[in-house]
């Protein structure tokens, strides 16, 4: 089975402030990976499909960089709407999740 | 509107058994992939199962392999996930998705809640 690990499981910022999270495949994925935004009692909301294609509607502060085994999320000027956990999804085969990172107000 | 509507939740005990269920409507649900995830409280998000349109192919998270069984009616625009075997570890919010022949999901219902206690 793959294996998704997501770096840091929690992150303090501020409005403003430039994240980044990271996500490592045990295999090689080519770009079968994605990225959700998920706040408390919803479902999770598609970002980033393809490992670098902003899905429509999503701000464009949103980008995803990475192919094989190493990806990365950054949001380029955190915004306070973007204080949620982050997850990192493998569609490879069947899927993985990350652990999720919770990004925080500082 | 696409719409994924989950049903079957509640408290059961442990070893006891419970059938979800997940109504599609709004697109050709025959076409499409089907998923069970699971969230358990507080925690991250598991992937549970997935069935393929066809019913051709079906896998399971090794969690639940053997204790869980998914399934779908393409005529009633259903998928069903029954759960035998339940654990205290099985206690979450399930969500259906919805994949598409990439395998990436298209859309999610709003969940469900599960409880296994005594």
């Known amino acids: 089975d793959i294996q998704m690990t997501q770096s840091p499981s929690t992150l303090s910022a501020s409005v403003g402030d430039r994240v980044t999270i990271t996500c490592r495949a045990s295999?090689?994925?080519?770009?079968?990976l994605a990225w959700y935004q998920q706040k408390p009692g919803k479902a999770p909301k598609l970002l980033i499909s393809k490992a670098s294609t902003l899905e429509s509607g999503v701000p464009s502060r949103f980008s995803g960089s990475g192919s094989g085994t190493d990806f990365t999320l950054t949001i380029s000027s955190l915004q306070p709407d973007d204080f949620a956990t982050y997850y990192c999804q493998q569609y490879n085969t069947y899927w993985t999740f990350g652990q999720g990172t919770k990004v925080e107000i500082k | 509107e696409v719409q994924l509507v989950e049903s079957g939740g509640g408290l059961v005990k442990p070893g006891g058994s419970l059938r979800l269920s997940c109504a599609a409507s709004g697109f050709s649900f025959n076409s499409y992939n089907m998923n069970w995830v699971r969230q358990a409280p507080g925690k991250g998000l598991e992937w549970v199962s997935f069935?393929?349109?066809?019913?051709?192919?079906?896998y399971y998270a090794d969690s639940v392999k053997g204790r869980f069984t998914i399934s779908r009616d393409n005529a009633k625009n259903s998928l069903y996930l029954q759960m035998d075997s339940l654990r205290a570890e099985d206690t979450a919010v399930y969500y259906c998705a919805s994949s598409d022949s990439t395998n990436l999901v298209d859309n999610w219902g709003q969940g469900v809640l599960v409880t296994v206690s005594s």
């Open positions: 295999q090689r994925i080519s770009s079968w």
């Open positions: 069935i393929t349109y066809s019913r051709s192919y079906i």
